[in-house]
């Protein structure tokens, strides 16, 4: 679903192709939670918040969609997402915080109250940052999260509500031109930025400045040439920004705060448009193989109505995720199969294949992968090289045959023997064995067989 500044559904759109009276549409986030995450809330609630409903600091992350077109990139919650010494994502994401609010009553997630005051909390986050130049110095903190969660404790059912807060304009956005694409220059410009700012900062920056093609600034830097440089309506100057969404027509969600950041920039008064406004041009980007692809970022222009610094704060109630039916209703996990240990490294490894689906091949199919069956001859370096591969990928029936033992020399070069299967009492152990219970010991609810096997190859003596 599409949201816009002005509340409407999709459908009840005027999607008229008069740019210069359509209101600018966004694609929202849509969140993806480890589940180790869920395990986590549950022993917080059960031994350290209790009764408490405080909200609490949370950490996600979201990366640049790398498969434009296809497939979006969504929000991650990620296991330590409580735990303020652990890194947001990875360092090909952007970090951001936020705040969870374990609710006692189950019915409290569909309480106006409660879901006014996250919202409000949230924009005056936002807002704050915006205000006193923090997100200026650091845009990432425009995208905020809030999580209403709900555990039920015997089932291990978990309800919950992801809010991406958004600030709603006095005017909402509109298309100020059709789309355009940029240049190899700016590109090349903006992935030289990202990989400076990723290696000082183990993360990607969510935003920054773009001046002539071939120079980027952090916000900060150029916050005071920004009303001369948009008024002028070019793309001398953009704002570029990691986007998420997969809709090369639409931006994501998070350039909703980023838009506001630009209204409320004090160099902007005066120096605003016709009413007030401005054109902002925004440099969409997006990845592909880790890198920035030029086919897949746009230009996109905005036209934004100047707004105070500190105009009154709200955010949009469109700004509440949808669950997976389409409803604004919490969505749920059920999870009592996975707090046994095994169904949890499971549930792990599944999340694993879905986030290379997401990132890299959106048809991959997971099941069937799962239900692969592989016979692997020979259980040396490549062997197991194969065999640990194998298991990251969610092949689970591994068969292993192999004529020899294990000898002192491999454990150091074989990943899947250990000193002691070549010092066993009673003589080193056969490799294909070891080989297996290995693999079982890695992945407990995967099923490796291992057999002692003489296979004759043309070239070489048959053995007696």
Known sequence: AMGTDSNQHPSNMNTNTNTSVEVMRFEPFASAVDVAFWMQINAKKLDVWRLDETPYPLKASYAPCARAGEIAAPLQVAEGALESSERAGTALAVHVNGTVRALNQKESLRDAAVKET????????????????????????????????????????????????ALQPASPAKVAAPNGTPSAAACDACQAYVDGVRSQTGSLPAAWIVHGDDKCLSVADAATELGACFAQGTTATMLAYVDHARDANHPGWVLRNLLALVARTEALHGGGGAEGRVTVPCLSIRFRNGAVDQAACRIIFADVAVEAADAPAACASSCWELNSRGVAAPRTAKLASAFDPHALADQAVELNLKLMRWRANPKLDVDAMRHQKCLLVGAGTLGCAVARTLLGWGVKHITLVDNGTVSYSNPARQCLYEFADASAEGGPRPKAVAAAESLRRIHPSCVANGEVLNIPCPGHPIPP
């Open 118 to 165: 996250a919202l409000a909390n949230a924009a005056a986050t936002i807002a704050n940052a915006i205000a006193s130049g923090e997100a200026r110095r650091n845009p990432a903190l425009l995208a905020q999260v809030a999580l209403l969660a709900h555990a039920d404790h015997k089932s291990y059912v978990f309800s919950y509500r992801f809010a991406f807060p």
